[in-house]
């Protein structure tokens, strides 16, 4: 399995390279796809499932060359659970691949079919610490890798480790130029 991951990453390092010259255009905002994996840490919660599969739909928008606000909104089984979040990435430094912290603040229903469907109970807001690596930074094509945890102001506290890879496209494509109509 560590060789599999070591050869995922150098893969990815090598195919950015051919991403480091094309003259592009700073996007203000890309969109995407998210899977991952959720391993809960709480006594409750664990006891409902031992691993939780979550599916977001990702969205970037870039407020400064290194800041971007971030927003998810996703999908947890087994148990039917949701989540909304906003929050921050902070990019450390300006390479095409270059690594990232960041933090979400939202809302989430964990994924239990045995609680009552209530705020404070299965529903309760939630706060997200996270680190990771974007790849193709400057490019219309972005991938991004996270890990994180996560903790649910509910009534059983329930909280746990986070990881998720994601695939965001820009809305725009490199080298886009405005077209001047006022002539």
């Known amino acids: 399995m560590k060789s599999l991951t070591k050869a995922v990453l150098f893969s990815l390092a090598a195919v950015s390279f051919l ?4 003259p592009v255009y700073d996007p203000w ?3 995407g796809l998210g899977i991952g994996f959720m391993k809960p840490t709480s006594n409750s919660w664990e006891a409902e499932s031992d691993m939780i599969f979550q599916a977001h739909f990702l969205a970037n928008f870039q407020i400064l060359s290194m800041t971007s606000v971030v927003a998810d909104v996703g999908y947890a089984a087994p148990g039917n659970g949701f ?5 921050f990435q902070q990019q450390i430094i300006p390479l095409s691949i270059t690594p990232f912290i960041g933090g979400l603040a939202g809302i989430n229903c964990v994924t239990e079919d045995n609680r009552d469907l209530s705020f404070g109970k299965r529903i309760g807001p939630s706060l997200e610490a996270n680190g990771g690596v974007l790849f193709f930074r400057e490019s219309f094509f972005q991938i991004r890798a996270k890990g994180g945890y996560e903790w649910i102001f509910n009534k059983h506290k329930d909280q746990g480790w986070k990881v998720e890879i994601g695939v965001l496209f820009a809305n725009s494509r490199p080298g886009l130029k405005a077209i001047d109509v006022s002539r």
């Open 29 to 31: 905002s890309s969109f």
């Open 19 to 22: 991403f480091a010259e094309t």
């Open 83 to 87: 989540d909304a979040h906003v929050g």
